[in-house]
């Protein structure tokens, strides 16, 4: 007889929230993790110097509030979190830029004569952004749950995905800064996927907000761990998983590849033939600087807010993400920044901070971004090489040699395009499910894909209670 009811392969946020969802039912968990500590995406260390705190991936967590599994586990509640009234920014030249601040008006006001319109585009869906999670956050092969919240959202990406997308705005800030969301996505646009990245992200920023963990990224999964601990589960971490574990059930929050290779003989070859297919998008180099005080930005904004999306105009952006997806490095590339000292004192010693930036490049890249993010970043803030105590940096290929699910540096662990949101990895209203008893795929590389929300490991772990034990989902929260 298996030792486990059920096996989770992998400790990152999905994983934990699998083994959460199973524990919390009464079944016997073991959690293996490939790595020495758990964390996956979402761990928290010194990279540069003694004291300085870095996120190894994820740093700021526009899901954390808006995620319907953190929802249910209350991990508000568990962690602290602090919000920034500016959810992100976006500099542009001359010292102009755009601020998605929490209070929708606010960021009305600031955009002038687009500000209007901006409201017409994002209250509704910033209104009803938890239906916005509903719907984004599970498998697209279904009939909505709130298909009035979903006809906006699909209204809007469409217009936001089609070559017309300036139509609606007049000046070029409002534009700009619905483009540095969308390229999140790492993928060209304008396009339907991209679009909706950039509408469900920013309906988020409206609502409840973008917020950063005191202490870093690692506390997010220390208190799923201690959840999942406090309800008889097991953790073991530096073991591989090479053949399938013996259990009931068994919840891979591998990509989608390694999923096909250590199952491959359990699994029928029409799967096994969607799992060799399943397409990998291209990827991130990442930067971390440790700094002898704060970014200089040249506007003072900037200084309140999380995150930034550095790359300039909508134009400039959609031109150097192009030029990624034709495997290029763009002269001038999108960074994505994060600020966390400035929220959290604990990442960095007394009146220093630490700096999380990263930028797109070709899948399988060896080139370091050192200087390329630099000099995007010393564009909007003069001075900012001056305050640079050290660095240290990962190309693409040091990105999948972190964690083999980000294939070729692919963080979304598989392309988010439109056919892959549909497909991922399979055309199914339960995609988690594969064809093989009792075995689960519960990554990004399924439904409904990159970031750090849980939302992948509890779909599966959900479809294994029902498939494998009969079991309805437990209560998650603190009191469950």
């Avoid at 994820?58 to 929802?71: D, G, K, Q, T």
């Avoid at 319109?117 to 869906?125: D, K, Q, S, T, V």
């Avoid at 930034?308 to 150097?320: D, F, K, P, T, Y």
Wanted: aromatic share 6%.
């Amino acid at each position: 007889m298996p030792d486990f009811d059920a096996v989770v392969v992998g400790a990152g946020p999905n994983g934990l929230a699998a083994a959460v969802t199973l524990a919390r039912s009464g079944l016997s968990v073991q959690v293996i993790e490939r790595g020495e500590t758990i964390g996956g995406g979402a761990r928290t260390s010194e990279l540069t110097l003694p004291g300085f705190r870095h996120d190894m991936c994820s740093a700021v967590h526009p899901m954390a509030l808006a995620s319907e599994f953190f929802r249910r586990f209350e991990l508000e509640k568990r962690i602290e979190l602090v919000t920034p009234e500016a959810s992100f920014g976006h500099p542009l030249d001359d010292g102009r830029a755009g601020i998605a601040y929490r209070d929708i008006e606010r960021t009305v006001e600031m955009l002038g004569r687009d500000g209007p319109a901006w409201r017409r585009l994002m209250a509704p869906l910033a209104q009803q952004a938890d239906l916005v999670s509903d719907f984004t956050g599970n498998t697209l092969v279904r009939v909505p749950r709130h298909p009035i919240t979903a006809l906006q959202f699909g209204l809007r990406s469409l217009e936001q995905g089609l070559a017309t997308w300036n139509a609606r705005f007049r000046l070029d800030v409002a534009p700009a800064m619905l483009s540095g969301v969308a390229a999140h996505s790492i993928r060209p646009m304008p396009s339907l996927a991209t679009a909706g990245v950039a509408l469900s992200l920013t309906s988020y920023a409206h609502a409840r907000g973008w917020p950063i963990p005191i202490g870093g990224s690692q506390t997010i999964v220390d208190a799923l761990a201690a959840d999942l601990r406090a309800h008889g589960g097991e953790i073991v971490t530096g073991q591989s998983v090479t053949e399938l574990p013996r259990a009931k059930a068994v919840i891979f929050t591998t990509s989608a590849r390694a999923l096909g290779e250590i199952a491959r003989a359990a699994l029928p070859q029409r799967y096994l033939k969607s799992l060799k297919n399943f397409q990998y998008g291209n990827a991130v180099a990442k930067v971390d600087f440790a700094l002898s005080g704060p970014v200089p930005w040249t506007n003072p904004e900037l200084h309140g807010t999380g995150t930034l999306h550095v790359g300039g105009s909508r134009e400039e952006i959609a031109r150097g993400e192009r030029e990624v997806h034709e495997g290029k490095h763009p002269a001038s590339p999108y960074v994505l920044v994060a600020q966390p000292s400035t929220f959290d004192q604990s990442r960095a010693p007394e009146g220093k901070h630490v700096l999380w930036a990263y930028t797109h490049v070709p899948r399988d890249s060896t080139v370091d971004a050192t200087e390329a993010i630099t000099a995007q970043i010393e564009r909007f803030a003069p001075g900012f090489r001056d305050l640079i105590l050290a660095s240290t940096h990962q190309t693409a290929r040091d990105m999948e040699n972190y964690n083999p699910n980000y294939v070729g540096g692919d963080i979304a662990s598989g392309a988010p395009s439109l056919a892959q949101l549909i497909a991922r990895p399979v055309v199914s209203p339960d995609p988690w499910r594969t064809p093989a008893k009792g075995i689960y795929l519960g990554s990004s590389s399924a439904a409904p894909g990159p970031g750090v929300h849980g939302l992948v490991g509890w779909h599966a772990a959900k479809s294994a209670l029902e498939h494998e034990f009969g079991l309805q989902p437990p209560e998650l929260g603190i009191g469950g």
